[in-house]
């Protein structure tokens, strides 16, 4: 079965200060996309970054980078520099042939930046 | 333009009503998608359409009907409201090799 598994329900980090949010998955199909989304408390669903499982290279979008280490079925979200904006659910997600085309999600993480 | 518009963004209705929420994507996907979002802010797929033919029905009450008009539209009709479907409801849309693109979604709230 198909799994994504956030351990983190909130994360506190300073502004400036990097933070990395953890996600492991599971899946036997060898061909799948992992995902990370931030929701602020607006509640917009915002793409942040994907990593295919064939890709070579780790992720970098901006400030974020995925630390993927496929042997140990993780995915990592790393932001650096943190901003008070970081302020938001981050979600972790997959999609794997097993669930034809939907994304299945973690149960997210909270991060609160301060000042 | 909005890549992913639903309506209403927020609806409050009454037990035993029915009420749709619709959904609308101008970026030529293919795939469309439904979304509940529970009060712990858990996602769980509700229903996958790709060009007007479902693909996906997760264990979701039959009172949930979607429907899917044309592959840029999947509009989600629930009948018998109950205190239990209060969520956001999040509609979504992929093409492959693209990411998913989420509505702002739809607050859901029974009373």
């Known amino acids: 079965a198909q799994k994504i598994t956030q351990t983190q329900p909130g994360m506190f980090v300073q502004e400036k200060e990097a933070v990395t949010l953890d996600c492991t998955y599971d899946?036997?199909?060898?061909?799948?996309?992992l995902f990370w989304y931030k929701q602020p408390s607006s509640g917009e669903m915002i793409f942040l970054i994907y990593?295919?499982?064939?890709?070579?290279q780790n992720a970098t979008e901006g400030r974020y980078s995925l630390n993927f280490q496929k042997a140990r079925k993780s995915a990592n979200l790393v932001i650096s520099a943190s901003q008070l904006g970081d302020s938001a659910m981050y979600f972790c997600a997959m999609r794997s042939n097993q669930a034809g085309t939907a994304l299945i999600f973690g149960k997210g993480t909270t991060l609160s930046v301060s000042s | 333009d909005t890549a992913v518009s639903q309506t209403p963004k927020y609806l409050v209705t009454q037990m035993g009503n029915d009420k749709s929420i619709k959904c609308e994507q101008n970026l030529g996907h293919d795939t469309m998608y439904w979304y509940k979002q529970d009060s712990k802010k858990f996602l769980k797929i509700m229903f996958s359409?790709?060009?007007?033919?479902?693909?996906i029905n997760e264990t979701v009450p039959n009172r949930f009907s979607p429907k899917s008009p044309d592959k840029a539209h999947l509009n989600l009709h629930i009948n018998s409201l109950e205190l239990g479907d209060s969520a956001v409801y999040f509609c979504?849309?992929?093409?492959?090799?693209?990411?998913?693109?989420f509505g702002s979604g739809t607050r859901l709230t029974v009373v």
């Open positions: 979504a849309s992929s093409q492959y090799r693209d990411g998913y693109t």
């Open positions: 359409y790709n060009n007007k033919e479902l693909i």
């Open positions: 899946t036997s199909d060898p061909s799948y996309g």
């Open positions: 990593q295919g499982s064939y890709d070579q």
